[in-house]
């Protein structure tokens, strides 16, 4: 099928999954093209059937509207003069000769802006198919080795995997009091993900041992970024590029391995973009659309910031005749799927704040209200170190892309390319100024929903320079009458120092990111960053002799490591948010840290502590028992002072792991 997208020369991929051109039973773009394009007709012959092709329109064979036949017919000849223009016999002056080749040429570009791109079908598309699945192998292999040992495990991961673990269990939302922090949806996709491993191996259910469960969602995303590449026509070479970004890039490889809702949320938005831009442009692929962005909002309400993006994909690639409808269409389907969570707290009783329960109102005002992280380029605060640390495992994608996306921006009005790609590079472009509000909250995975669009305008602006390297024609050309002859030594001389510029551009850009993105997933392939967690979860694994009956304070990256050890999940072991915010934890715990027998002080034990009163005078009242490691990423566990624990203890010890 066409596209409403006008079409001059630029990056046009190739079409070889057909020999025959498609009907189109949509061409309005054609239809109104021709017509306003047409140059004026002479009368119409005496006899023989009228003419139902447009004049100046593309042409095909099939149906070009509901109803209307077009026969086959050979493209009008870009040098014949229009009807009334004098015979080309016949001399003219060369003024009129001149204005005649001017208006032959102008209309011969109107007619290309106007004609359809080729569409490829990628599931038909051999050459495709062979590129992106060889690629997706080398994805898969990058990001899947050691994926158990890098990154460090992080207390996000274990929260999301100990809510999954609580579906799977009959146990609710959560593993404690659900308050409405996250929409749900994530986490039970999550709980789909890793329900087999879990009921053949149960032990396997903690964060290390369900990270593989994430190469599907990864793979998948890279998928719908090659695809998603191809329909909003970027060349084969530029898909390629868009995929490899997104699947390799240090950054890609650092935090799609981990139990992120984001990454969950990222494919089901390039979902969305993939249906919007969909060749076919049926209403049920415009509606699905909508869904599919709901569905990704459910999953991370943060893609909410990207909705205004889809809608433009959806605007560019849809009918002129029937994009307000598509665009009605598509927010109310989002809107229907995306007003169940509200629906579903208000049933609960829960929609607005009390003191006696949790509600979704609260949890909405605490997100809204956390504390900022302070101004990106502010060298003391937060959000310059979690920006550092993006551009120290690879500062190419996000200063390249961002860059990218403003220069097809800025050319929106002139470049294709632009136009085609408007609805990433917008989704980059929002996301980069509210990176940059004065004091907003930064976290770290925070460039996920970034990632697949920093990697779609990267490519873009890569194929728009290439195209005008190769392609550009000089104003000599584009005046003249007819082609000009190609200069002595032919088509080889002619196109050889354009191939040569782009041959020496891919060489510099392949120096540039190749060995820095070799040295930036050097780590991610060899290091083993989780030792200390394992250590400390043999630890107690072997030397508690009663688990059910002790109490534990961790984070969330060693629950369930514990829960499988047979220590009482809620009540024996703590996620130690829980022990300061959650009310019907306090109740256990009527003494406060004096119910405590141990506390395990990970990174981030010891950074939200001052916060949290329990925590903070659990290490306050703790005598080191053992730790894992050095630094800040050691592993310290603590027996608490007066806990039960502590009656009849031996010496405490301290040293390395085991």
Same mark, same amino acid.
């Given at each position: 099928?066409?596209?409403?997208?006008? =079409?001059?020369?630029?990056?046009?991929?190739?079409?070889?999954?057909?020999?025959?051109?498609?009907?189109?039973?949509?061409?309005?773009?054609?239809?109104?093209?021709?017509?306003?394009?047409?140059?004026?007709?002479?009368?119409?012959?005496?006899?023989?059937?009228?003419?139902?092709?447009?004049?100046?329109?593309?042409?095909?064979?099939?149906?070009?509207?509901?109803?209307?036949?077009?026969?086959?017919?050979?493209?009008?000849?870009?040098?014949?003069?229009?009807?009334?223009?004098?015979?080309?016999?016949?001399?003219?002056?060369?003024?009129?000769?001149?204005?005649?080749?001017?208006?032959?040429?102008?209309?011969?570009?109107?007619?290309?802006?106007?004609?359809?791109?080729?569409?490829?079908?990628?599931?038909?598309?051999?050459?495709?198919?062979?590129?992106?699945?060889?690629?997706?192998?080398?994805?898969?292999?990058?990001?899947?080795?050691?994926?158990?040992?890098?990154?460090?495990?992080?207390?996000?991961? !274990?929260?999301?995997?100990?809510?999954?673990?609580?579906?799977?269990?009959?146990?609710?939302?959560?593993?404690?009091?659900?308050?409405?922090? /996250?929409?749900?949806?994530?986490? *039970?996709?999550?709980?789909?993900?890793?329900?087999?491993?879990?009921?053949?191996?149960?032990?396997?259910?903690?964060?290390?041992?369900?990270?593989?469960?994430?190469?599907?969602?990864?793979?998948?995303?890279?998928?719908?970024?090659?695809?998603?590449?191809?329909?909003?026509?970027?060349?084969?070479?530029?898909?390629?590029?868009?995929?490899?970004?997104? !699947?390799?890039?240090?950054?890609?490889?650092?935090?799609?391995?981990?139990?992120?809702?984001?990454?969950?949320?990222? *494919?089901?938005?390039?979902?969305?973009?993939?249906?919007?831009?969909?060749?076919?442009?049926?209403?049920? /692929?415009?509606?699905?659309?909508?869904?599919?962005?709901?569905?990704?909002?459910?999953?991370?309400?943060?893609?909410?910031?990207?909705?205004?993006?889809?809608?433009?994909?959806?605007?560019? /690639? =849809?009918?002129?005749?029937?994009?307000?409808?598509?665009?009605?269409?598509?927010?109310?389907?989002?809107?229907?799927?995306?007003? =169940?969570?509200?629906?579903?707290?208000?049933?609960?009783?829960?929609?607005?704040?009390?003191?006696? /329960?949790?509600?979704?109102?609260?949890?909405?005002?605490?997100?809204?209200?956390?504390?900022? =992280?302070?101004?990106?380029?502010?060298?003391?605060?937060?959000?310059?170190?979690?920006?550092?640390?993006?551009l120290y495992y690879d500062p190419i994608l996000p200063l390249a892309g961002v860059a990218a996306a403003v220069l097809l921006l800025l050319v929106f009005r002139w470049s294709v390319t632009a136009r085609a790609i408007g609805g990433p590079a917008l989704a980059v472009a929002i996301l980069?100024?509210?990176?940059?509000?004065?004091?907003?909250?930064?976290?770290?995975?925070?460039?996920?929903?970034?990632?697949?669009?920093?990697?779609?305008?990267?490519?873009?602006?890569?194929?728009?320079?290439?195209?005008?390297?190769?392609?550009?024609?000089?104003?000599?050309?584009?005046?003249?009458?007819?082609?000009?002859?190609?200069?002595?030594?032919?088509?080889?001389?002619?196109?050889?120092?354009?191939?040569?510029?782009?041959?020496?551009?891919?060489?510099?850009?392949?120096?540039?990111?190749?060995?820095?993105?070799?040295?930036?997933?050097?780590?991610?392939?060899?290091?083993?960053?989780?030792?200390?967690?394992?250590?400390?979860?043999?630890?107690?694994?072997?030397?508690?002799?009663?688990?059910?009956?002790?109490?534990?304070?961790?984070?969330?990256?060693?629950?369930?490591?514990?829960?499988?050890?047979?220590?009482?999940?809620?009540?024996?072991?703590?996620?130690?948010?829980?022990?300061?915010?959650?009310?019907?934890?306090?109740?256990?715990?009527?003494?406060?840290?004096?119910?405590?027998?141990?506390?395990?002080?990970?990174?981030?034990?010891?950074?939200?502590?001052?916060?949290?009163?329990?925590?903070?005078?659990?290490?306050?009242?703790?005598?080191?028992?053992?730790?894992?490691?050095?630094?800040?990423?050691?592993?310290?566990?603590?027996?608490?002072?007066?806990?039960?624990?502590?009656?009849?203890?031996?010496?405490?010890?301290?040293?390395?792991?085991?």
């Open positions: 099928m066409t596209t409403t997208l006008p =079409s001059p020369d630029e990056t046009a991929p190739e079409n070889t999954s057909r020999k025959k051109p498609v009907p189109d039973r949509f061409s309005d773009r054609a239809a109104a093209a021709g017509a306003e394009s047409a140059p004026a007709t002479g009368p119409a012959p005496a006899t023989g059937p009228a003419p139902t092709a447009v004049v100046g329109a593309p042409a095909r064979s099939g149906i070009s509207g509901p109803g209307t036949a077009v026969p086959d017919a050979p493209p009008p000849d870009p040098g014949t003069p229009p009807p009334g223009a004098p015979d080309p016999g016949t001399p003219a002056p060369a003024a009129a000769r001149t204005a005649l080749a001017r208006a032959a040429a102008k209309s011969v570009a109107a007619r290309r802006r106007t004609e359809p791109r080729p569409v490829v079908r990628f599931r038909s598309s051999r050459p495709d198919l062979l590129l992106c699945f060889g690629l997706l192998a080398v994805i898969v292999l990058v990001q899947g080795w050691n994926i158990t040992g890098f990154p460090a495990l992080s207390d996000d991961e !274990g929260t999301y995997l100990s809510q999954a673990w609580a579906v799977q269990q009959g146990e609710g939302l959560a593993h404690y009091t659900y308050w409405y922090d /996250h929409p749900p949806l994530g986490w *039970m996709q999550i709980a789909a993900l890793t329900y087999l491993p879990a009921q053949i191996w149960p032990e396997s259910m903690n964060v290390a041992s369900m990270r593989p469960a994430m190469l599907l969602i990864s793979a998948v995303s890279s998928v719908l970024v090659y695809v998603l590449a191809r329909r909003l026509f970027l060349p084969r070479w530029a898909a390629a590029l868009a995929m490899a970004a997104f !699947g390799l890039s240090p950054l890609s490889v650092y935090f799609q391995r981990e139990l992120f809702l984001d990454n969950i949320a990222v *494919m089901w938005m390039l979902l969305a973009f993939c249906l919007a831009a969909s060749p076919s442009r049926h209403l049920w /692929h415009q509606f699905a659309a909508g869904l599919a962005g709901a569905v990704s909002v459910l999953s991370k309400e943060t893609m909410l910031l990207v909705l205004p993006a889809l809608l433009v994909t959806l605007w560019t /690639h =849809s009918h002129r005749e029937t994009r307000k409808f598509v665009v009605t269409g598509a927010i109310t389907s989002c809107a229907l799927v995306g007003f =169940s969570y509200p629906l579903y707290a208000l049933l609960n009783n829960e929609l607005f704040a009390s003191p006696d /329960h949790v509600s979704l109102f609260a949890g909405i005002e605490y997100q809204l209200s956390r504390p900022g =992280s302070g101004f990106i380029l502010d060298a003391g605060s937060g959000s310059h170190k979690t920006f550092q640390a993006w980069t100024l509210l990176a940059f509000r004065p004091d907003g909250y930064l976290p770290a995975m925070y460039v996920i929903q970034a990632l697949p669009f920093l990697a779609l305008v990267l490519a873009g602006a890569a194929a728009s320079i290439v195209h005008m390297v190769l392609h550009r024609r000089g104003t000599d050309e584009t005046d003249s009458a007819a082609p000009a002859a190609p200069p002595a030594g032919g088509f080889r001389k002619r196109w050889g120092p354009r191939r040569l510029v782009v041959a020496v551009l891919a060489v510099l850009a392949s120096v540039a990111v190749l060995p820095a993105w070799a040295e930036g997933n050097r780590d991610a392939l060899t290091e083993d960053a989780n030792r200390h967690y394992r250590a400390a979860a043999d630890w107690f694994e072997t030397e508690i002799d009663d688990p059910a009956n002790t109490r534990v304070l961790v984070d969330d990256a060693l629950w369930l490591d514990l829960v499988h050890d047979g220590y009482t999940p809620g009540t024996g072991v703590f996620w130690f948010y829980k022990a300061d915010l959650d009310p019907a934890v306090m109740k256990t715990i009527p003494r406060g840290w004096k119910d405590i027998d141990y506390i395990v002080s990970s990174q981030t034990v010891r950074r939200d502590a001052p916060t949290l009163p329990t925590t903070a005078a659990a290490l306050a009242n703790s005598t080191v028992v053992e730790v894992f490691g050095t630094g800040d990423d050691r592993i310290e566990i603590r027996r608490v002072n007066g806990g039960t624990a502590a009656a009849g203890a031996g010496a405490p010890t301290a040293g390395g792991g085991r």
